[in-house]
Nanobody
Framework: QVQLVESGGGLVQTGGSLRLSCAAS????????MDWYRQAPGKQRELVAG???????YYADSVKGRFTISRDNAKNTVYLQMNTLKPEDTAVYYC???????????????WGQGTQVTVSS
């Protein structure tokens, strides 16, 4: 059974930093794209950043220049370094990964349980 476990959320003041981690565990063949999403109260879940297996990264306009996504393929882990945090970054952050269980099956999406990030003004 594949699991994604996030860590690193918490409470921080405006202008502060946090680093989120998401580790994939279980039995699988490969991980393709890994993304971070967030969902604020009363809002839809939105893509924050993503990174391909080769390391190409993409970001939402709202976080460009402040957030950096990276991954360690040997550890099956994706990271999100969040700097210059703003109150509007407050949300539950979710990790998403496209994982193939074996060579015969295609990719499917897996989600973590979410980690709360709260930025106080």
């Amino acid at each position: 059974q594949v699991q994604l476990v996030e860590s690193g959320g918490g409470l921080v003041q405006t202008g502060g930093s946090l680093r989120l981690s998401c580790a994939a565990s279980g039995s699988f063949f490969s991980i393709n794209v890994m993304d971070w999403y967030r969902q604020a109260p009363g809002k839809q879940r939105e893509l924050v950043a993503g990174i391909t297996i080769s390391g190409s990264a993409y970001y939402a306009d709202s976080v460009k220049g402040r957030f950096t996504i990276s991954r360690d393929n040997a550890k099956n882990t994706v990271y999100l370094q969040m700097n210059t945090l703003k109150p509007e970054d407050t949300a539950v952050y979710y990790c998403n990964a496209q994982i193939s269980l074996d060579v015969f099956r295609g990719l499917r999406d897996y989600w973590g349980q979410g980690t709360q990030v709260t930025v106080s003004s």
